[in-house]
Protein backbone atom coordinates (compact mmCIF):
# COMPACT_ATOMS: atom_id res chain seq x y z
CA UNK A 1 0.00 0.00 0.00
CA UNK A 2 1.49 3.25 -1.05
CA UNK A 3 0.65 6.56 0.65
CA UNK A 4 1.17 10.62 -0.78
CA UNK A 5 4.36 11.78 0.88
CA UNK A 6 2.03 14.82 2.42
CA UNK A 7 0.25 12.09 4.79
CA UNK A 8 2.97 10.25 5.65
CA UNK A 9 3.17 12.64 9.08
CA UNK A 10 -0.33 12.19 9.70
CA UNK A 11 0.24 8.49 9.48
CA UNK A 12 3.04 8.04 11.79
CA UNK A 13 1.11 10.49 14.47
CA UNK A 14 -1.92 8.13 14.04
CA UNK A 15 0.51 5.40 14.49
CA UNK A 16 2.34 6.60 17.46
CA UNK A 17 -0.86 6.94 19.94
CA UNK A 18 -2.51 3.53 18.74
CA UNK A 19 0.93 2.43 19.75
CA UNK A 20 0.39 3.77 23.22
CA UNK A 21 -2.94 2.17 23.31
CA UNK A 22 -2.25 -1.46 21.59
CA UNK A 23 -1.97 -4.57 24.15
CA UNK A 24 0.65 -6.58 23.88
CA UNK A 25 1.12 -9.08 21.17
CA UNK A 26 0.40 -11.97 20.61
CA UNK A 27 3.04 -14.66 19.46
CA UNK A 28 2.66 -15.20 15.87
CA UNK A 29 1.84 -18.62 14.77
CA UNK A 30 0.80 -18.71 11.13
CA UNK A 31 3.98 -20.16 9.49
CA UNK A 32 3.29 -19.23 5.68
CA UNK A 33 1.25 -15.94 5.94
CA UNK A 34 2.82 -14.03 9.13
CA UNK A 35 6.04 -15.45 9.00
CA UNK A 36 8.75 -17.76 7.15
CA UNK A 37 11.49 -19.09 8.72
CA UNK A 38 15.10 -18.58 7.69
CA UNK A 39 17.42 -22.18 6.85
CA UNK A 40 19.61 -21.90 8.13
CA UNK A 41 19.27 -19.42 10.68
CA UNK A 42 21.57 -16.60 10.98
CA UNK A 43 24.10 -15.19 13.69
CA UNK A 44 23.48 -11.78 14.93
CA UNK A 45 25.46 -9.18 16.55
CA UNK A 46 23.39 -8.81 19.77
CA UNK A 47 23.89 -12.59 21.77
CA UNK A 48 21.00 -12.56 24.68
CA UNK A 49 18.98 -9.45 22.93
CA UNK A 50 16.26 -10.15 20.62
CA UNK A 51 17.96 -8.60 17.04
CA UNK A 52 15.23 -6.73 14.77
CA UNK A 53 16.76 -6.12 11.28
CA UNK A 54 15.19 -3.66 8.62
CA UNK A 55 16.43 -4.43 4.95
CA UNK A 56 15.89 -1.51 3.29
CA UNK A 57 17.14 1.29 0.51
CA UNK A 58 17.13 4.97 -0.23
CA UNK A 59 16.33 4.25 -3.30
CA UNK A 60 12.96 2.39 -2.83
CA UNK A 61 9.71 4.56 -2.57
CA UNK A 62 8.32 2.25 -0.52
CA UNK A 63 11.03 2.14 1.96
CA UNK A 64 10.65 6.02 2.25
CA UNK A 65 6.85 5.74 2.52
CA UNK A 66 7.77 3.30 5.70
CA UNK A 67 10.48 5.15 7.20
CA UNK A 68 8.27 7.44 9.43
CA UNK A 69 6.07 4.55 10.66
CA UNK A 70 8.90 2.49 11.58
CA UNK A 71 10.30 5.25 13.39
CA UNK A 72 7.16 5.61 15.54
CA UNK A 73 7.31 2.04 15.75
CA UNK A 74 10.75 1.85 17.02
CA UNK A 75 10.08 4.28 19.83
CA UNK A 76 7.65 1.63 20.90
CA UNK A 77 10.63 -1.28 21.25
CA UNK A 78 11.32 -2.92 25.08
CA UNK A 79 14.74 -2.72 26.19
CA UNK A 80 15.60 -6.60 25.48
CA UNK A 81 15.25 -5.71 21.61
CA UNK A 82 18.25 -4.53 19.33
CA UNK A 83 17.24 -2.86 16.11
CA UNK A 84 19.68 -2.30 13.11
CA UNK A 85 19.28 -1.65 9.28
CA UNK A 86 21.11 -2.84 6.24
CA UNK A 87 20.87 -1.41 2.78
CA UNK A 88 20.68 -3.41 -0.05
CA UNK A 89 21.79 -3.38 -3.57
CA UNK A 90 20.83 -5.96 -5.74
CA UNK A 91 23.41 -5.45 -7.86
CA UNK A 92 21.62 -1.88 -8.85
CA UNK A 93 24.48 1.27 -9.55
CA UNK A 94 22.07 3.84 -8.29
CA UNK A 95 20.83 1.44 -5.09
CA UNK A 96 24.44 0.40 -4.36
CA UNK A 97 25.30 4.60 -4.46
CA UNK A 98 22.22 4.59 -1.91
CA UNK A 99 24.08 1.54 0.51
CA UNK A 100 27.25 3.37 0.52
CA UNK A 101 24.98 6.89 1.27
CA UNK A 102 23.96 4.99 4.22
CA UNK A 103 27.52 3.79 5.77
CA UNK A 104 28.63 7.13 5.02
CA UNK A 105 26.34 9.23 6.54
CA UNK A 106 26.93 6.43 9.52
CA UNK A 107 30.41 7.00 9.75
CA UNK A 108 30.36 11.22 9.33
CA UNK A 109 27.81 11.00 12.45
CA UNK A 110 25.25 12.54 10.10
CA UNK A 111 22.70 9.83 10.05
CA UNK A 112 20.59 10.50 12.67
CA UNK A 113 20.16 14.34 11.10
CA UNK A 114 20.19 13.48 7.26
CA UNK A 115 18.39 10.07 7.44
CA UNK A 116 14.80 10.98 6.93
CA UNK A 117 15.97 14.31 4.37
CA UNK A 118 17.72 11.94 2.05
CA UNK A 119 14.18 9.79 1.79
CA UNK A 120 12.50 13.01 1.51
CA UNK A 121 14.43 14.58 -1.31
CA UNK A 122 14.71 11.76 -3.54
CA UNK A 123 10.42 10.65 -3.34
CA UNK A 124 9.40 13.84 -2.24
CA UNK A 125 11.48 16.68 -3.80
CA UNK A 126 13.06 14.25 -7.02
CA UNK A 127 15.94 15.24 -6.22
CA UNK A 128 18.50 13.44 -8.87
CA UNK A 129 20.79 12.51 -6.34
CA UNK A 130 21.93 8.91 -7.37
CA UNK A 131 25.04 10.13 -8.59
CA UNK A 132 28.43 10.95 -6.34
CA UNK A 133 29.07 14.49 -7.04
CA UNK A 134 25.29 15.25 -6.42
CA UNK A 135 24.67 13.83 -3.27
CA UNK A 136 28.43 15.19 -2.07
CA UNK A 137 26.55 18.76 -2.58
CA UNK A 138 23.50 18.01 -1.36
CA UNK A 139 25.08 16.78 1.68
CA UNK A 140 27.29 19.88 2.46
CA UNK A 141 24.16 21.76 1.81
CA UNK A 142 21.86 20.15 4.02
CA UNK A 143 24.46 20.66 6.84
CA UNK A 144 26.14 17.54 7.39
CA UNK A 145 30.05 17.05 7.53
CA UNK A 146 30.68 16.96 3.57
CA UNK A 147 34.42 16.35 4.16
CA UNK A 148 33.70 13.61 6.21
CA UNK A 149 30.90 12.10 4.01
CA UNK A 150 33.54 11.93 1.02
CA UNK A 151 36.16 10.25 2.45
CA UNK A 152 33.90 7.32 4.04
CA UNK A 153 31.72 7.41 0.97
CA UNK A 154 34.96 6.86 -1.16
CA UNK A 155 36.92 4.69 1.79
CA UNK A 156 37.65 0.75 1.45
CA UNK A 157 35.86 0.58 4.31
CA UNK A 158 32.66 1.45 3.04
CA UNK A 159 33.30 -0.68 0.21
CA UNK A 160 33.45 -3.70 2.37
CA UNK A 161 30.31 -2.82 4.54
CA UNK A 162 28.21 -2.50 1.24
CA UNK A 163 29.90 -6.21 0.03
CA UNK A 164 28.97 -7.44 3.68
CA UNK A 165 25.41 -6.07 3.40
CA UNK A 166 24.47 -7.91 -0.02
CA UNK A 167 25.93 -10.86 1.76
CA UNK A 168 23.93 -10.78 4.51
CA UNK A 169 21.05 -10.20 2.18
CA UNK A 170 21.61 -13.14 -0.09
CA UNK A 171 21.72 -15.11 3.68
CA UNK A 172 18.41 -13.82 4.50
CA UNK A 173 16.60 -14.61 1.74
CA UNK A 174 15.56 -10.96 1.04
CA UNK A 175 13.86 -9.97 -2.62
CA UNK A 176 12.24 -6.68 -1.86
CA UNK A 177 12.35 -3.93 0.57
CA UNK A 178 11.34 -3.33 3.24
CA UNK A 179 11.87 -6.32 5.05
CA UNK A 180 12.03 -7.01 8.60
CA UNK A 181 13.66 -9.94 10.64
CA UNK A 182 13.90 -11.39 13.28
CA UNK A 183 16.44 -12.70 15.70
CA UNK A 184 18.19 -13.72 12.53
CA UNK A 185 15.87 -16.93 12.48
CA UNK A 186 12.44 -15.44 10.97
CA UNK A 187 11.28 -12.98 8.46
CA UNK A 188 8.05 -10.85 8.88
CA UNK A 189 5.41 -11.09 6.34
CA UNK A 190 2.70 -8.87 5.47
CA UNK A 191 -0.29 -7.17 2.53
CA UNK A 192 0.21 -3.92 4.24
CA UNK A 193 2.90 -1.47 5.88
CA UNK A 194 1.23 -1.65 8.99
CA UNK A 195 0.58 -5.48 9.17
CA UNK A 196 4.38 -5.96 8.54
CA UNK A 197 5.34 -4.11 11.57
CA UNK A 198 2.05 -6.31 13.19
CA UNK A 199 3.36 -9.31 12.77
CA UNK A 200 6.94 -8.38 13.31
CA UNK A 201 6.00 -7.44 17.06
CA UNK A 202 4.29 -11.13 17.09
CA UNK A 203 7.51 -12.48 16.21
CA UNK A 204 9.45 -10.47 18.81
CA UNK A 205 6.70 -11.93 21.11
CA UNK A 206 7.12 -15.56 20.27
CA UNK A 207 11.47 -14.92 20.16
CA UNK A 208 10.72 -13.68 24.13
CA UNK A 209 8.95 -16.62 24.76
CA UNK A 210 11.00 -18.86 23.09
CA UNK A 211 14.03 -17.50 25.04
CA UNK A 212 12.36 -18.18 27.84
CA UNK A 213 11.64 -21.26 27.39
CA UNK A 214 15.91 -22.29 26.85
CA UNK A 215 16.44 -20.15 29.90
CA UNK A 216 14.04 -22.36 31.71
CA UNK A 217 15.29 -25.54 30.47
CA UNK A 218 19.18 -24.90 30.76
CA UNK A 219 18.76 -23.72 34.52
CA UNK A 220 20.09 -25.96 36.57
CA UNK A 221 17.56 -28.81 38.47
CA UNK A 222 16.71 -27.50 42.29
CA UNK A 223 18.40 -29.66 44.71
CA UNK A 224 16.87 -32.06 46.69
CA UNK A 225 16.84 -31.23 50.57
CA UNK A 226 18.15 -34.01 52.45
Known sequence: MRFPVRALSVIAALLATAALLRPAPVQAQAEGTEYRVLAPAQPTLSPGKIEVVEFF???CPHCAEFAPLLATWKATLAKDVVFRKVPVGFDRPPWINMQRAY??????????????KLFTA???QNLPLFQEQALFDWVAKNGGDAQKFTAAY??????????Q??????DFQITGVPTMAVDGRY???GDTQLELLANTDKLIAKVRAEHAAAAKAAAPAPKKKS
Not at 103 to 116: K, P, V
Not at 154 to 163: D, E, K, M, Y
Open 57 to 59: SYA
Open 103 to 116: YALLASGDLERLDA
Open 122 to 124: IHG
Open 154 to 163: TSFGINNQTV
Open 165 to 170: ADKMAE
Open 187 to 189: VAL
